[in-house]
């Protein structure tokens, strides 16, 4: 059984930073793009950040030059480092992450965390 778990949440003010972080683990064969995605209360889901196996980065404009996505394929862990916070960047940020396993029969699925809560206030 193939699961994400996102660490790192919590509250902070205005201007401050978080660094958030996903590992996958179970029957993994390869872990191919992964990325985070946030949720804010009465919003949808939407993208953040993504990052390939081959370490190139995507991000929605409103993050850019404030978030990182980094990757560590030797522990199948995601990080996203977070400056320069807003409030308007409060929610459950998540996790995602296409996977080939043994569960699996080898195909790639993507998985999801269940997600860290941020909140941005003073």
């Known amino acids: 059984q193939v699961q994400l778990v996102e660490s790192g949440g919590g509250l902070v003010q205005p201007g401050g930073s978080l660094t958030l972080s996903c590992a996958a683990s179970?029957?993994?064969?390869?872990?191919?793009?992964m990325g985070w995605y946030c949720q804010a209360p009465g919003k949808q889901r939407e993208l953040v950040a993504t990052?390939?196996?081959?370490?190139?980065?995507n991000y929605v404009d409103s993050v850019k030059g404030r978030f990182t996505i980094s990757r560590d394929n030797a522990k199948n862990t995601v990080y996203l480092q977070m400056n320069s916070l807003k409030p308007e960047d409060t929610a459950v940020y998540l996790c995602?992450?296409?996977?080939?396993?043994?569960?699996?029969?080898?195909?790639?699925?993507?998985?999801w965390g269940r997600g860290t809560q941020v909140t941005v206030s003073s």
């Open positions: 995602n992450a296409d996977i080939s396993s043994i569960t699996s029969g080898y195909a790639y699925r993507p998985y």
């Open positions: 179970g029957s993994i064969i390869r872990v191919n793009t």
């Open positions: 990052i390939s196996s081959g370490a190139r980065t």
